[in-house]
């Protein structure tokens, strides 16, 4: 319904609440409220990060980065990548997976 009525204040309401979602309006918000839709997608991203916990968990974490770049650009992709690298050193799985897209 909101979609439809192309209400981008409560769009951006939805996904501050349910920041999964962030994916599926990110495109459509991120012209009116880039660097909240950029806040929010890397919350999303650092959610499902800590809640990982198998390589395929960090594979689709990586695949979430690779799409955030889309929305935030390279460099924020990249302070993101060192960011999970430092918190989550102790998973070496995730690092490799993170150092996948770092290159």
Do not use: W
């Amino acid at each position: 319904m909101i979609e439809q009525e192309n209400d981008l204040e409560e769009m951006l309401g939805f996904v501050r609440d349910n920041p999964s979602y962030i994916e599926s309006y990110a495109e459509k918000l991120v012209k009116h409220y880039k660097k909240e839709v950029i806040e929010i997608y890397k919350e999303s991203i650092k959610l499902s990060a800590r809640t990982s916990s198998k390589r395929k968990d960090y594979q689709g974490v990586c695949h979430q980065i690779m799409r955030y770049k889309k929305t935030a650009g390279k460099s924020k992709q990249m302070e993101l990548i060192n960011e999970l690298m430092s918190l989550y050193k102790n998973r070496p799985a995730f690092i490799d997976e993170l150092s996948k897209i770092y290159k």
